[in-house]
């Protein structure tokens, strides 16, 4: 095709996209960052946190507080809507109060952290040079020349404790003895409901002030928010009360997860859209629910670490060989292979272990505990994805796509038969 008719082409798709009558009043109602005016169902939370920060407009250091809860039930967003509010009304009052926000698997790294907080302060630090001791120096100055009273949201701080440590955790519940003229309050957000394993019991003793966990929305509960999103985000006649309820059912099905039934409701009117439907009906919302999780899965496979993506790889070649199931000795051999090919260290097989079960928690891999009798127990693994996609995600990966290719004796040489261990 010409470079004409591409164009040409492309001009028609947006043209009829202009030219039809859209069902969506505001798209901005369905996304994650979406702040409504009220949150249903979550009174008594929004009322808690309401109350431990209320100190701050008075000048006072609020407690520190955590909150946990699983993804999509309304924590960053109802911290959010609180410190709105209380900004709002320190502003009234000519109180000086301001507030960061880091979402720690984004930002990625202790020192990214204070880069990020600095930044927001309006000072400039090298993005990368400095050890972590002087980074912070210079960020305890930067906030006692601002003289103002600081809530630092760290919203999904676990996966920053378990990349990085919990020495960030350490430093900033300290802070205040090293202040002269501003103070800190921390709010951390954790999806991981047993976060306080990870840390230290140094950390443990300065840390949680106050905590609050989010309970999982039910299918009822999710219905009531579709609706008041719904009323925003579309006209008049274009979702009904079945739509609704599929969406809810489903979300509810996991974990009360309020983001995945507004994905699924967003995800749906696109497709109805694009049809040319008048409204949104059942057959859209399944075709989402196909679509997003094929996408959340995709997602989640290419931001995997690098031994983790090996692992992968290694049951992707074994199962190539017409296995019908690995064990963790398998795997470990294989994974030796491909880190050897790639010039990398591999991990011990006990990590390589405790990765499979990350894997399997996932849901992209499945390992269940067999007996094999006087021959004791095994893991039976097999992957829980098709390995077109395993391929098709990791080939886009420069250090992997070199190997993908290869076939198991190409990596291991001759492949040594596994012994049926029932037999």
Same mark, same amino acid.
């Given at each position: 095709?010409?470079?004409?008719?591409?164009?040409?082409?492309?001009?028609?798709?947006?043209?009829?996209?202009?030219?039809?009558?859209?069902?969506?009043?505001?798209?901005?109602?369905?996304?994650?960052?979406?702040?409504?005016?009220?949150?249903?169902?979550?009174?008594?939370?929004?009322?808690?946190?309401?109350?431990?920060?209320?100190?701050?407009?008075?000048?006072?250091?609020?407690?520190?507080?955590?909150?946990?809860?699983?993804?999509?039930?309304?924590?960053?967003?109802?911290?959010?809507?609180?410190?709105?509010?209380?900004?709002?009304?320190?502003?009234?009052?000519?109180?000086?109060?301001?507030?960061?926000?880091?979402?720690?698997?984004?930002?990625?790294?202790?020192?990214?952290?204070?880069?990020?907080?600095?930044?927001?302060?309006?000072?400039?630090?090298?993005?990368?040079?400095?050890?972590?001791?002087?980074?912070?120096?210079?960020?305890?100055?930067?906030?006692?020349?601002?003289?103002?009273?600081?809530?630092?949201?760290?919203?999904?701080?676990?996966?920053?404790?378990?990349?990085?440590?919990?020495?960030?955790?350490?430093?900033?519940?300290?802070?205040?003895?090293?202040?002269?003229?501003?103070?800190?309050?921390?709010?951390?957000?954790?999806?991981?409901?047993?976060?306080?394993?990870?840390?230290?019991?140094?950390?443990?003793?300065?840390?949680?002030?106050?905590?609050?966990?989010?309970?999982?929305?039910?299918?009822?509960?999710?219905?009531?928010?579709?609706?008041?999103?719904?009323?925003?985000?579309?006209?008049?006649?274009?979702?009904?009360?079945?739509?609704?309820?599929?969406?809810?059912?489903?979300?509810?099905?996991?974990?009360?997860?309020?983001?995945?039934?507004?994905?699924? !409701?967003?995800?749906? $009117?696109? %497709?109805?859209? *694009?049809?040319? =439907?008048?409204?949104? &009906?059942? /057959?859209?919302?399944?075709?989402?629910?196909?679509?997003?999780?094929?996408?959340?899965?995709?997602?989640?496979?290419?931001?995997?670490?690098?031994?983790?993506?090996?692992?992968?790889?290694?049951?992707?070649?074994?199962?190539?060989?017409?296995?019908?199931?690995?064990?963790?000795?398998?795997?470990?051999?294989?994974?030796?292979?491909?880190?050897?090919?790639?010039?990398?260290?591999?991990?011990?097989?006990?990590?390589?272990?405790?990765?499979?079960?990350? !894997?399997?928690?996932? $849901?992209? %891999?499945?390992? *269940?505990?067999? =007996?094999?009798?006087? &021959?004791? /127990?095994?893991?039976?693994?097999?992957?829980?994805?098709?390995?077109?996609?395993?391929?098709?995600?990791?080939?886009?990966?420069?250090?992997?796509?070199?190997?993908?290719?290869?076939?198991?004796?190409?990596?291991?040489?001759?492949?040594?038969?596994?012994?049926?261990?029932?037999?």
């Amino acid at each position: 095709m010409s470079a004409m008719s591409v164009k040409n082409a492309l001009e028609d798709i947006f043209q009829k996209f202009l030219e039809k009558q859209s069902l969506f009043k505001n798209r901005e109602a369905l996304s994650h960052e979406y702040l409504p005016d009220s949150f249903p169902h979550r009174d008594e939370q929004i009322k808690f946190i309401a109350e431990v920060m209320a100190p701050a407009l008075r000048g006072f250091k609020p407690s520190n507080l955590f909150i946990y809860g699983k993804t999509g039930t309304g924590k960053t967003a109802v911290v959010r809507y609180v410190l709105s509010i209380l900004k709002e009304m320190a502003g009234n009052l000519f109180s000086s109060l301001k507030t960061f926000y880091i979402n720690c698997r984004l930002v990625g790294s202790e020192y990214r952290v204070y880069f990020t907080m600095c930044s927001n302060l309006g000072f400039r630090v090298p993005f990368t040079g400095l050890s972590i001791g002087e980074l912070f120096e210079r960020f305890c100055r930067y906030l006692d020349e601002s003289r103002a009273l600081f809530i630092i949201v760290l919203d999904e701080i676990d996966a920053l404790v378990k990349d990085s440590g919990d020495e960030i955790l350490y430093n900033l519940t300290r802070i205040n003895e090293i202040l002269k003229y501003s103070k800190v309050s921390l709010i951390g957000i954790s999806n991981n409901l047993k976060f306080k394993e990870l840390l230290e019991p140094k950390v443990l003793s300065s840390l949680s002030e106050e905590e609050i966990v989010f309970r999982p929305y039910n299918a009822s509960e999710l219905k009531d928010i579709l609706w008041q999103r719904a009323k925003l985000a579309f006209y008049d006649g274009v979702v009904d009360e079945g739509t609704i309820n599929l969406c809810s059912a489903l979300a509810a099905s996991e974990h009360g997860d309020a983001r995945r039934a507004l994905d699924l !409701l967003r995800v749906a $009117g696109e %497709l109805a859209e *694009r049809e040319g =439907s008048d409204k949104i &009906y059942e /057959r859209h919302v399944r075709e989402a629910e196909r679509r997003i999780e094929y996408d959340r899965v995709m997602e989640v496979m290419k931001n995997l670490p690098l031994h983790s993506k090996l692992i992968m790889c290694s049951l992707y070649f074994l199962e190539q060989s017409s296995l019908e199931y690995s064990i963790t000795g398998d795997i470990y051999d294989v994974y030796n292979h491909l880190c050897s090919l790639l010039s990398t260290f591999p991990l011990t097989q006990r990590r390589v272990s405790g990765l499979i079960n990350e !894997l399997d928690s996932l $849901g992209l %891999l499945n390992a *269940r505990v067999t =007996s094999f009798g006087r &021959y004791g /127990r095994s893991k039976k693994i097999k992957l829980a994805v098709e390995p077109d996609l395993v391929y098709e995600v990791f080939s886009r990966d420069s250090r992997l796509k070199s190997i993908l290719n290869l076939r198991l004796e190409e990596i291991c040489g001759s492949p040594k038969k596994r012994r049926d261990r029932t037999g």
